[in-house]
C-alpha cells in the first residue's frame, strides 16, 4: 500500500499486479527509518525508503531475458532443489513478465532522474 502513495513509484501500482524477478533466499531487514514499499511472496521485503530519495531494491526489475537465463543454467544446484521446473518454464515466465518488468525499470528509473533534476534546479 505504502509504494501506491510514493512520490516515486505511486504512478507504477496504479493499476494491474507487477511481476519483478525474485533470483533469491536472502532478506534483509527493514531500518527504522524505512518505509516498506514493496513486498514479495517469496521474500517478503523487497524495497524501501529512507526520507523522500534513498531507496533500497532488492527485486531485479532490471533483470533482461539474458541475464535471468544465465543466472538459472548458472546456479543449477539450488534451481533443482527448490524451484526444479524453472528451467522449462523460464521462456514462458520471461514472455509473459519480461516487458512489464523492464517498463517498470524504465518508469523508476526516469522518474529517479527527475527527483534529482527537479532538486537541483531548486538549489
Request: net charge negative.
Amino acid at each position: 500500500a505504502a509504494a501506491r502513495d510514493d512520490a516515486l513509484l505511486g504512478q507504477q501500482f496504479a493499476a494491474d499486479p507487477l511481476y519483478l524477478a525474485e533470483f533469491h533466499s536472502q532478506t534483509f531487514d527493514i531500518p527504522d527509518a524505512g518505509t516498506l514499499l514493496i513486498e514479495g511472496e517469496e521474500c517478503r521485503n523487497q524495497a524501501f525508503r529512507i526520507d523522500a530519495a534513498t531507496y533500497a531494491f532488492q527485486a531485479h526489475f532490471e533483470v533482461t531475458p539474458a541475464s535471468m537465463t544465465q543466472w538459472v543454467e548458472g546456479s543449477e544446484t539450488l534451481v533443482s532443489k527448490f524451484v526444479p521446473d524453472l528451467p522449462t518454464r523460464l521462456p514462458q515466465l520471461i514472455n509473459k513478465y519480461h516487458y512489464g518488468s523492464h517498463d517498470f525499470c524504465w518508469k523508476v528509473g526516469s522518474a529517479w532522474f527527475g527527483q534529482i533534476a527537479e532538486r537541483m534546479t531548486r538549489s
